[in-house]
Every structure is written in structure tokens, then in C-alpha cells.
């Protein structure tokens, strides 16, 4: 299956903990960076994404107890690509909400900016 499509049914079919995480870092509502849903990165597709802070954030049910080395291989492979990697359980998403928005705001404080913008003509 095609890495967009399979990435579009992922959106379509987000779990309750992607969910409640989206309904937070939506609309720039974190430092006013974007965050895009099941972004399609080299073989993987991640959960979220703040392409301008390369940040990556995966939320992940109990099926990744068990597929640790697999998910260590793809952070490593992000980190490759200059991403920084963010994981959360799924019940830490549901239980301490604001917990983890606050430890994105914190990492996102703490990766360099993006390159600065150049200032308008005439400003």
C-alpha cells in the first residue's frame, strides 16, 4: 500500500490517545509551532510532526512493548534525518494530558529555531 494512503487510513483512524493528543498541539496551540498528522518520513509514517522544529511525536498503545528494538530502530533512523524523537504511552496521553503537552512545549524550547526569517522591506 502507498505510504499516503496507508497514512491517510492512520488519520482516519486515530486512536482515542491520538486524538485527545491532537485536540492540544493542533492550530499552532504549542509555541506556535504546526504539528501535521501520519507524515510519511523515509519508510516510516509518524504519528506527528513539526517539520519547521523537526520533531517528531509517537504515541504508543502496548503492542510497542514488545516491538522495542524495532522503535528504537526507527528513532534512530529519525535522528538520522536531523529529527528529535518524542514518545508517550497511550495512558499517559489520557491521564496526564497537560503532562505531556508541557514536556513538547519543553522540548520545543529547547531544539535550536528554525532558521530565522528575514525581516519584511520597509519594517
Known amino acids: 500500500m502507498e505510504?499516503?494512503?496507508?497514512?491517510?487510513?492512520?488519520?482516519?483512524?486515530?486512536?482515542?490517545?491520538?486524538?485527545?493528543?491532537?485536540?492540544?498541539?493542533?492550530?499552532?496551540?504549542v509555541a506556535g509551532v504546526?504539528?501535521?498528522?501520519?507524515?510519511?518520513?523515509?519508510?516510516f509514517i509518524c504519528d506527528f510532526v513539526a517539520r519547521s522544529a523537526k520533531l517528531v511525536i509517537e504515541v504508543d498503545g502496548g503492542q510497542?512493548?514488545?516491538q522495542e528494538r524495532r522503535?528504537?530502530?526507527?528513532?534512530?533512523y529519525l535522528e538520522g534525518l536531523g529529527f528529535t524523537v518524542?514518545?508517550?504511552?497511550?495512558n499517559?496521553?489520557?491521564?496526564r494530558t497537560e503532562g505531556v503537552v508541557?514536556?513538547?512545549e519543553t522540548a520545543l524550547s529547547?531544539?535550536?529555531s528554525p532558521s530565522p526569517s528575514r525581516e519584511r522591506e520597509g519594517s
Open 92 to 95: 499517559d496521553v489520557l491521564e
Open 110 to 112: 529547547q531544539l535550536p
Open 34 to 43: 504546526r504539528f501535521n498528522r501520519q507524515v510519511p518520513i523515509g519508510p
Open 71 to 76: 522503535d528504537a530502530d526507527r528513532t534512530r
Open 64 to 66: 510497542h512493548a514488545w
Open 102 to 104: 508541557q514536556a513538547i
Open 86 to 90: 518524542l514518545r508517550f504511552w497511550n
Open 3 to 29: 505510504q499516503r494512503t496507508k497514512a491517510r487510513e492512520l488519520r482516519l483512524s486515530a486512536t482515542d490517545a491520538e486524538r485527545r493528543l491532537w485536540q492540544h498541539i493542533s492550530n499552532r496551540q
